[in-house]
Nanobody
């Protein structure tokens, strides 16, 4: 059974940084595009960034491009999201998910994301 466990969230002041981790289990992560998503209170979940499997070019939503960096370590079955210059509007629960087997990133989200983790809370104080 595919699972993700996110960690690394917390409370940080505006302008600060956090590095989120997403550890995968139950499947061969190398074969999947992986994405980060977030959901702020009262808002729908939105895509943040995606990284492909064989072609690890990263893709980012406009709102985070230049501030966030996604990376993956297939040997550790982990995807990271380095978040710099955090803003209050980045406050949300952050999730990771995998895309459909054999498909690359569809823009900055995996194609047909599935197998969501439980999320990690990021709170940015202004």
């Amino acid at each position: 059974q595919a699972q993700f466990v996110e960690s690394g969230g917390g409370l940080v002041q505006a302008g600060g940084s956090l590095n989120l981790s997403c550890v995968a289990s139950g499947f061969t992560m190398d074969h999947y595009a992986i994405g980060w998503f977030r959901q702020a209170p009262g808002k729908e979940r939105e895509g943040v960034s995606c990284i492909g499997q064989s072609d690890p070019r990263p893709f980012y939503a406009d709102s985070v491009r230049g501030r966030f960096t996604i990376s993956r370590d297939n040997a550790k079955k982990t995807v990271y999201l380095q978040m710099n210059s955090l803003k209050s509007e980045d406050t949300a629960v952050y999730y990771c998910a995998r895309g459909r087997l054999g498909y690359y990133c569809s823009g900055y989200v995996p194609y047909e994301p599935t197998d969501w983790g439980q999320g990690t809370q990021v709170t940015v104080s202004s």
